[in-house]
Protein backbone atom coordinates (compact mmCIF):
# COMPACT_ATOMS: atom_id res chain seq x y z
CA UNK A 1 0.00 0.00 0.00
CA UNK A 2 2.69 2.41 1.18
CA UNK A 3 5.02 1.59 -1.84
CA UNK A 4 1.70 1.93 -3.92
CA UNK A 5 1.15 5.50 -2.56
CA UNK A 6 4.78 6.57 -3.43
CA UNK A 7 4.53 5.31 -6.61
CA UNK A 8 1.61 7.19 -7.80
CA UNK A 9 2.67 10.27 -6.15
CA UNK A 10 6.53 10.36 -6.39
CA UNK A 11 6.34 8.41 -9.70
CA UNK A 12 3.44 10.35 -10.88
CA UNK A 13 5.65 13.75 -10.40
CA UNK A 14 8.53 12.72 -11.47
CA UNK A 15 7.09 11.84 -15.19
CA UNK A 16 4.89 14.32 -15.66
CA UNK A 17 8.32 16.74 -14.57
CA UNK A 18 11.04 15.03 -16.46
CA UNK A 19 9.31 12.90 -19.24
CA UNK A 20 11.68 9.78 -19.27
CA UNK A 21 11.99 8.29 -22.04
CA UNK A 22 11.78 3.93 -22.25
CA UNK A 23 12.85 1.46 -24.61
CA UNK A 24 12.18 -2.42 -24.00
CA UNK A 25 9.77 -2.24 -21.45
CA UNK A 26 8.12 -5.39 -23.07
CA UNK A 27 11.26 -7.27 -21.44
CA UNK A 28 10.41 -6.86 -18.69
CA UNK A 29 7.83 -10.08 -17.21
CA UNK A 30 4.45 -9.11 -16.30
CA UNK A 31 5.09 -11.58 -13.32
CA UNK A 32 7.71 -13.64 -11.79
CA UNK A 33 10.86 -13.12 -10.27
CA UNK A 34 14.02 -11.17 -12.49
CA UNK A 35 17.01 -9.58 -11.44
CA UNK A 36 17.50 -5.98 -12.94
CA UNK A 37 21.23 -5.28 -13.52
CA UNK A 38 21.35 -1.26 -13.94
CA UNK A 39 24.51 1.40 -14.41
CA UNK A 40 24.70 4.06 -12.08
CA UNK A 41 24.73 7.41 -12.92
CA UNK A 42 23.00 8.66 -10.12
CA UNK A 43 20.61 9.13 -7.24
CA UNK A 44 17.75 9.37 -8.65
CA UNK A 45 18.46 5.91 -10.91
CA UNK A 46 16.49 4.30 -7.83
CA UNK A 47 13.22 6.10 -8.47
CA UNK A 48 13.32 7.04 -12.44
CA UNK A 49 13.30 3.09 -12.89
CA UNK A 50 10.70 1.77 -10.64
CA UNK A 51 8.37 5.20 -12.06
CA UNK A 52 7.99 3.60 -15.41
CA UNK A 53 7.40 0.08 -14.40
CA UNK A 54 4.38 -1.24 -13.02
CA UNK A 55 5.57 -3.73 -10.93
CA UNK A 56 7.46 -3.10 -7.67
CA UNK A 57 10.91 -3.19 -7.87
CA UNK A 58 13.00 -3.63 -4.68
CA UNK A 59 16.59 -2.38 -4.47
CA UNK A 60 19.19 -2.02 -1.58
CA UNK A 61 20.62 0.62 0.61
CA UNK A 62 22.67 1.11 3.07
CA UNK A 63 21.26 0.72 6.94
CA UNK A 64 22.16 4.10 8.12
CA UNK A 65 19.09 5.49 5.96
CA UNK A 66 16.63 3.39 8.25
CA UNK A 67 18.25 4.16 11.57
CA UNK A 68 19.19 7.91 11.89
CA UNK A 69 17.58 9.30 14.86
CA UNK A 70 15.20 12.07 15.76
CA UNK A 71 11.85 12.87 13.02
CA UNK A 72 14.48 13.15 10.09
CA UNK A 73 15.65 9.95 10.16
CA UNK A 74 12.27 8.45 10.96
CA UNK A 75 11.06 10.29 8.41
CA UNK A 76 13.78 8.86 5.42
CA UNK A 77 13.46 5.14 6.77
CA UNK A 78 9.70 5.49 6.14
CA UNK A 79 10.67 7.25 3.00
CA UNK A 80 12.61 4.55 1.49
CA UNK A 81 10.93 1.49 3.05
CA UNK A 82 8.48 3.24 0.71
CA UNK A 83 9.97 3.12 -2.44
CA UNK A 84 11.25 -0.38 -1.70
CA UNK A 85 14.63 -0.05 -0.61
CA UNK A 86 15.61 -2.48 1.95
CA UNK A 87 18.08 -1.96 4.57
CA UNK A 88 22.04 -3.60 4.72
CA UNK A 89 24.00 -3.15 7.04
CA UNK A 90 27.90 -1.98 5.24
CA UNK A 91 29.65 -1.59 8.42
CA UNK A 92 31.55 -4.84 7.72
CA UNK A 93 32.68 -5.68 3.51
CA UNK A 94 31.83 -9.36 3.70
CA UNK A 95 28.69 -8.87 6.17
CA UNK A 96 27.60 -6.34 3.80
CA UNK A 97 28.03 -8.46 0.60
CA UNK A 98 26.88 -11.56 2.00
CA UNK A 99 23.41 -9.35 3.43
CA UNK A 100 23.19 -7.96 0.08
CA UNK A 101 23.08 -11.40 -1.28
CA UNK A 102 20.69 -12.86 0.88
CA UNK A 103 18.29 -10.31 0.28
CA UNK A 104 18.49 -10.37 -3.37
CA UNK A 105 17.88 -14.10 -2.97
CA UNK A 106 14.70 -13.20 -0.69
CA UNK A 107 13.30 -10.99 -3.03
CA UNK A 108 13.60 -13.43 -6.44
CA UNK A 109 12.78 -16.49 -4.79
CA UNK A 110 9.16 -14.45 -3.50
CA UNK A 111 8.47 -14.09 -6.77
CA UNK A 112 9.75 -10.11 -7.04
CA UNK A 113 12.11 -8.01 -9.55
CA UNK A 114 15.77 -7.44 -7.73
CA UNK A 115 17.29 -4.19 -8.61
CA UNK A 116 20.89 -3.75 -8.36
CA UNK A 117 24.07 -1.75 -9.54
CA UNK A 118 26.73 -4.27 -10.23
CA UNK A 119 29.14 -1.40 -9.94
CA UNK A 120 28.43 -1.06 -6.33
CA UNK A 121 28.50 2.71 -6.51
CA UNK A 122 27.98 5.10 -8.52
CA UNK A 123 30.39 6.36 -11.72
CA UNK A 124 32.19 9.48 -9.95
CA UNK A 125 32.39 10.56 -14.34
CA UNK A 126 29.54 9.06 -16.27
CA UNK A 127 31.49 6.14 -17.50
CA UNK A 128 31.15 2.71 -17.07
CA UNK A 129 33.01 0.54 -14.92
CA UNK A 130 33.96 -3.03 -14.37
CA UNK A 131 31.15 -4.92 -12.16
CA UNK A 132 32.04 -6.41 -9.08
CA UNK A 133 31.38 -10.01 -9.44
CA UNK A 134 29.58 -11.03 -6.13
CA UNK A 135 25.63 -10.19 -5.30
CA UNK A 136 24.59 -10.20 -9.02
CA UNK A 137 26.15 -13.16 -9.85
CA UNK A 138 25.25 -15.23 -6.96
CA UNK A 139 21.49 -14.03 -6.74
CA UNK A 140 21.30 -14.79 -10.34
CA UNK A 141 23.19 -18.40 -10.29
CA UNK A 142 21.15 -19.16 -7.02
CA UNK A 143 17.66 -18.36 -8.31
CA UNK A 144 18.03 -19.13 -11.76
CA UNK A 145 16.18 -15.87 -12.28
CA UNK A 146 16.76 -14.18 -15.58
CA UNK A 147 19.19 -10.88 -15.41
CA UNK A 148 17.75 -7.43 -17.35
CA UNK A 149 20.44 -5.19 -17.83
CA UNK A 150 18.94 -1.52 -18.27
CA UNK A 151 20.62 1.18 -18.79
CA UNK A 152 19.92 4.27 -17.19
CA UNK A 153 20.58 7.56 -19.94
CA UNK A 154 21.18 11.18 -18.41
CA UNK A 155 20.23 10.72 -14.78
CA UNK A 156 23.47 12.36 -13.88
CA UNK A 157 23.27 15.64 -15.80
CA UNK A 158 19.59 15.99 -14.05
CA UNK A 159 21.43 16.94 -10.76
CA UNK A 160 24.94 17.31 -10.97
CA UNK A 161 27.34 17.35 -7.75
CA UNK A 162 27.08 20.68 -5.94
CA UNK A 163 23.86 21.26 -7.62
CA UNK A 164 20.40 22.05 -5.48
CA UNK A 165 17.90 22.36 -7.79
CA UNK A 166 17.70 19.57 -10.74
CA UNK A 167 17.83 20.14 -14.31
CA UNK A 168 14.86 19.94 -15.97
CA UNK A 169 15.12 17.37 -18.89
CA UNK A 170 14.50 13.93 -20.07
CA UNK A 171 16.57 11.38 -18.99
CA UNK A 172 16.17 7.58 -20.81
CA UNK A 173 16.08 4.39 -19.37
CA UNK A 174 16.88 1.25 -22.18
CA UNK A 175 16.03 -2.51 -21.32
CA UNK A 176 17.75 -4.96 -22.64
CA UNK A 177 16.70 -8.78 -23.24
CA UNK A 178 16.79 -11.28 -20.64
CA UNK A 179 19.84 -12.95 -20.11
CA UNK A 180 19.55 -16.85 -19.16
CA UNK A 181 22.46 -18.20 -16.84
CA UNK A 182 20.60 -21.36 -15.61
CA UNK A 183 23.46 -23.20 -17.25
CA UNK A 184 25.57 -22.03 -14.19
CA UNK A 185 23.42 -23.20 -11.72
CA UNK A 186 25.48 -24.64 -8.11
CA UNK A 187 28.59 -22.87 -9.66
CA UNK A 188 28.29 -19.94 -8.02
CA UNK A 189 31.36 -20.82 -5.82
CA UNK A 190 33.26 -20.55 -8.72
CA UNK A 191 35.45 -17.03 -8.79
CA UNK A 192 35.73 -17.69 -13.12
CA UNK A 193 32.31 -18.28 -13.60
CA UNK A 194 31.05 -15.17 -11.34
CA UNK A 195 33.10 -13.37 -13.16
CA UNK A 196 32.54 -14.23 -16.39
CA UNK A 197 28.46 -13.55 -15.99
CA UNK A 198 28.84 -10.24 -14.32
CA UNK A 199 31.33 -9.50 -17.62
CA UNK A 200 28.73 -10.29 -19.61
CA UNK A 201 26.21 -8.47 -17.73
CA UNK A 202 28.50 -5.58 -18.03
CA UNK A 203 29.45 -5.75 -21.61
CA UNK A 204 25.26 -5.50 -22.51
CA UNK A 205 24.82 -2.61 -20.05
CA UNK A 206 27.54 -0.90 -22.27
CA UNK A 207 26.22 -1.55 -25.43
CA UNK A 208 22.90 -0.37 -24.13
CA UNK A 209 23.99 2.87 -22.56
CA UNK A 210 26.64 4.14 -25.28
CA UNK A 211 29.05 4.65 -22.17
CA UNK A 212 32.33 4.17 -22.62
CA UNK A 213 33.92 1.04 -20.53
CA UNK A 214 36.52 1.31 -17.63
CA UNK A 215 37.79 -1.76 -16.74
CA UNK A 216 38.72 -0.69 -13.37
CA UNK A 217 36.43 -0.54 -10.11
CA UNK A 218 34.43 2.53 -10.07
CA UNK A 219 35.60 2.45 -6.15
CA UNK A 220 39.39 2.65 -7.22
CA UNK A 221 38.79 5.55 -9.68
CA UNK A 222 36.87 7.31 -6.93
CA UNK A 223 40.20 7.21 -5.00
CA UNK A 224 42.11 7.95 -7.53
CA UNK A 225 40.50 11.14 -8.34
CA UNK A 226 39.95 12.29 -5.27
CA UNK A 227 44.11 11.46 -4.77
CA UNK A 228 44.62 13.92 -7.85
CA UNK A 229 42.17 16.40 -6.60
CA UNK A 230 44.52 16.46 -3.25
CA UNK A 231 47.41 16.78 -5.14
CA UNK A 232 46.35 19.71 -7.11
CA UNK A 233 45.03 21.39 -4.17
CA UNK A 234 48.51 21.17 -2.43
CA UNK A 235 50.06 22.39 -5.70
CA UNK A 236 48.02 24.97 -5.90
CA UNK A 237 48.39 26.07 -2.29
CA UNK A 238 52.40 26.15 -2.98
CA UNK A 239 52.08 27.85 -5.88
CA UNK A 240 49.99 30.89 -4.05
CA UNK A 241 52.65 30.50 -1.23
CA UNK A 242 55.41 30.82 -3.51
CA UNK A 243 53.34 34.02 -5.44
CA UNK A 244 53.05 35.45 -1.67
CA UNK A 245 56.31 35.02 -0.60
CA UNK A 246 57.15 36.47 -4.40
CA UNK A 247 55.35 39.46 -3.85
CA UNK A 248 56.56 39.90 -0.01
CA UNK A 249 60.68 40.23 -1.23
CA UNK A 250 59.63 42.71 -4.24
CA UNK A 251 57.28 44.96 -1.87
CA UNK A 252 60.61 45.08 0.57
CA UNK A 253 63.20 44.95 -2.29
CA UNK A 254 60.53 48.68 -3.16
CA UNK A 255 60.69 49.56 0.12
CA UNK A 256 64.81 49.51 0.28
CA UNK A 257 64.74 51.87 -3.37
CA UNK A 258 62.79 54.20 -1.70
CA UNK A 259 64.74 55.08 1.52
CA UNK A 260 67.88 54.91 -0.70
Do not use: C, H, N
Given at each position: MIYGAMKFSLGGSLKLAFRPWVEGLENIPAEGPAILASNHLSFSDSFFLPAVLDRKVTFIAKAEYFTSPGVKGKLTAAFFKGVGQLPVDRSGARGAA????????????????????????RSPDGRLYRGKPGALARVALATGAPVIPVAMIDTEKIQPPGKIVPKLMRPGI???????????????????????????????????????????????????????????????????????????????????????
Open positions: EAAIQAGIKVVEDGGLFGIYPEGTRIGKPLDFRRYQGLEGDRFILRSVTDEVMYEIMKLSGQEYVDIYATVAKRQLAEQKAEQKAELKAEQKAEQKKDAVESDAAEGDRRD
